[in-house]
């Protein structure tokens, strides 16, 4: 390799590990809903808690929740695809997993839909839950805080 390449080679290695020292971390999957920007009141969070175990005990799909303050620069698709790769939500044969992710400061949330659901959950329908049913419920849960919308 030539000098040149070599300090093209290493100037990339530093930016891309410094880089990563500073990406947001994905939590520790603790139970279907990972409540880490405090948005649920203990009964609310509850109930969806019970709800969705209830759901995948049903041999439905996997569902899982994660609420976070801030995503901290980094965009909601790429965290989400992080989510999915570190949780592994949904069975191995199925692909059936599916992970609703909601950033407060950024006002975004994003439905990561397993391989095996991706004719039925279409972006389309995504897109519609979020907006009929999500950003509803979020904002009857935490109104006066801050209104989502799309």
């Not at 965290?79 to 199925?94: L, R």
């Not at 950024?106 to 439905?111: A, D, L, S």
Request: hydrophobic share 40%.
């Amino acid at each position: 390799m030539k000098t040149e390449s070599k300090k093209k080679f290493f100037f990339i290695f530093l930016i891309s590990s410094a880089l990563s020292l500073f990406s947001l971390e994905v939590p520790r999957l603790t139970g279907p809903v990972v409540d880490n920007a405090g948005i649920f009141k203990k009964s609310d969070f509850n109930s969806l808690t019970s709800h969705l175990l209830s759901l995948n005990s049903q041999n439905g799909p996997q569902i899982a929740v994660l609420t976070l303050k801030s995503l901290e620069g980094e965009s909601i698709e790429s965290f989400s695809i992080k989510v999915a790769e570190k949780w592994k939500i949904g069975s191995s044969e199925n692909d059936d997993g599916v992970i609703i992710l909601i950033s407060l400061d950024e006002h975004k949330i994003r439905i990561e839909v397993g391989y095996g659901l991706e004719g039925t959950l279409t972006d389309a329908k995504c897109s519609l839950i979020i907006r009929n049913i999500i950003v509803q419920s979020i904002n009857k849960i935490i109104i006066n805080k801050f209104s989502f919308s799309f």
